[in-house]
């Protein structure tokens, strides 16, 4: 018998071949697998748990990680954003309360409720009108400095027409403090793109150096006298030569109101009593 397998060893290959292919041939045709295909299966996924386990572990940890710091960042910077925005509304409140200028003019607190991006450095609604006491050509200021003066009143509401605005009727008149002289002027236009007001028509022999504070002068305007308005920055010729032309950057930023006050009239303030028609 021994004989016979040794002689045959070539037919034993060839049958297993054979029966090997049939398995496999059944095996593909069948929807369900045969023990063995199960055994390997099982084999095999458990091999893949076995290293996809603490991969998914490590790739998870790491993932959270990232996504922990990434919010935290997020919650940081958020929390930084609030700060700055309270401490910059504690610096106004705290600007505000230093004042003397409000109790010097009985002022009317306000607040801005509405402005049109279409005219957003021409006019602003405030939330005071007839019912708070204000009327026009009521001067409009903030803790920096006048913002401009009331055009139009409602029972509720008023329009304020900025300084920064060029379809204002009339110039307003100024002082500009040089030393211990004022020199009278009158404001000209906005330049937007230097975001400067320029005052016009300065007799050449007038001394005005940068940093000259500019105030209300109470002239011709209704409004009360020495209200800060802002500070010289330039002083040049005007094209022709024949007077000076001067640059002022503004206290109040016109870009940005919330707050403000309105200069009602009182006895111990000084006003032209003249009425605008």
Known sequence: ??????????????????????????SIRSQTQSPPEQYVGDSVSFG?????????????????????????????????????????E????KKELDMTDASKYDAI????????????????????????????????FTSDGLIGR?????????????????????????NIQHHSKNVFGLIDHYDNKTQELIISNINNKDKISKGDKVVTSGLADQLPSDLYIGEVTKVENDEY??????????????????????????NNTDFNERETR
């Open 1 to 26: 018998m021994l004989n016979f397998f040794k002689n045959n060893k070539l037919i034993v290959v060839f049958c297993a071949i054979i029966i090997f292919i049939a398995l496999i041939g059944l």
């Open 48 to 88: 893949q748990r076995v290293i996809s386990y603490p991969v998914n572990f490590v790739t998870g940890a790491i993932g959270n990680f990232f996504q922990s710091n990434k919010s935290n960042h997020n919650e940081v910077n958020q929390l930084k954003a609030k700060n700055e925005a309270l401490e910059a």
């Open 90 to 93: 504690n610096k106004n409140l």
């Open 109 to 140: 607190s306000g607040a801005i409720i509405a402005r049109n991006p279409d005219q957003w450095m021409n006019t602003v609604i405030i939330d005071k009108g007839k019912k708070a006491g204000v009327s026009n050509n009521m001067a409009v």
């Open 150 to 174: 009331v055009t139009r009143v409602n029972q509720f509401s008023s329009q304020v027409d900025l300084l920064s605005t060029n379809t204002r009727a009339g110039k307003l008149s100024v």
């Open 241 to 266: 030569g024949l007077a000076k032309e001067v640059r002022v950057k503004t206290g109040a930023n016109l870009s940005d109101i919330q707050h403000v006050y309105i200069a009602k009239k009182s």
